[in-house]
């Protein structure tokens, strides 16, 4: 499966290093495009093993605010 995720709060470089970090380590995604500069972040993954909410919350985690 397909999901855009609109991030606020991503600034630079690490920003964009730490969400797609924080993406990559959940189960089940299998592909993380960050947009630095529309804040959108295109994530492929696989519903079986990860959820919207799960993804918000590894965002919100390193301090971002996930909306969408």
């Avoid at 492929?44 to 605010?65: C, N, R, T």
């Amino acid at each position: 499966m397909q999901l855009t995720l609109e991030v606020n709060g991503m600034t630079c470089e690490h920003c964009e290093k730490a969400v797609k970090g924080a993406l990559e380590t959940l189960e089940g995604v299998h592909g993380v495009e960050v947009h630095l500069k529309s804040g959108k972040v295109d994530v492929s993954y696989d519903d079986a093993f990860v959820s919207k909410d799960l993804m918000k919350e590894a965002i919100e985690a390193q301090g971002y605010d996930a909306v969408g």
